[in-house]
């Protein structure tokens, strides 16, 4: 599969917890991190997500934030995964920088000149990427 999506993980499915409208899929990732997505009950049977099955997670770069201290902050973003900063690459506009978790896994954001600046990004330092439930787009084999 070619996509656009920067961040693609693949995983096995821990739960599909389902809603009035909406399910809730835990993807457990190869390093022991977690996503969580949220998708249409539809969308769910349509694809027949079910615990245990290999399912691939895409993000778009432009959907995942930064954080390097939360500070006893809580977030209502379900999806975040620690690591330091591995990649970091100055572009004319923006940003775009590789945060490594466990697994080896990279979460790719794209975040402004001045946020690398407040944040005082380098590589090898400890970083946090956001995102939500919702930005998750869930794919599975045919």
């Known amino acids: 599969m070619k996509i656009s999506a920067r961040n693609q993980f693949k995983g096995k499915i821990e739960a599909v917890k389902a809603g009035a409208v909406n399910s809730e899929v835990d993807l457990a990732l190869p390093g022991?991190?977690?996503?969580?997505?949220?998708?249409?009950?539809?969308?769910?049977?349509?694809?027949?997500?079910?615990?245990?099955?290999?399912?691939?997670?895409?993000?778009?770069?432009?959907?995942?934030?930064?954080m390097?201290?939360?500070?006893?902050?809580?977030?209502?973003?379900?999806?975040?995964?620690?690591?330091?900063?591995?990649?970091?690459?100055?572009g004319p506009v923006n940003a775009e920088v590789g945060i490594e978790v466990a697994g080896g896994t990279v979460v790719h954001a794209t975040i402004t000149h001045a946020a690398v600046d407040e944040?005082?990004?380098?590589?090898g330092s400890a970083a946090t990427a956001v995102f939500k439930a919702p930005?998750?787009?869930?794919?599975?084999?045919a």
């Open 119 to 123: 944040l005082g990004l380098k590589e």
């Open 68 to 90: 390097t201290d939360a500070s006893g902050m809580r977030i209502s973003a379900r999806n975040c995964l620690s690591g330091k900063v591995k990649t970091l690459s100055m």
């Open 32 to 66: 022991g991190q977690k996503i969580v997505a949220i998708v249409t009950n539809d969308s769910a049977k349509s694809l027949g997500l079910a615990a245990g099955q290999e399912a691939v997670a895409l993000v778009k770069a432009s959907s995942v934030l930064v």
């Open 135 to 141: 930005s998750v787009i869930l794919g599975v084999s």
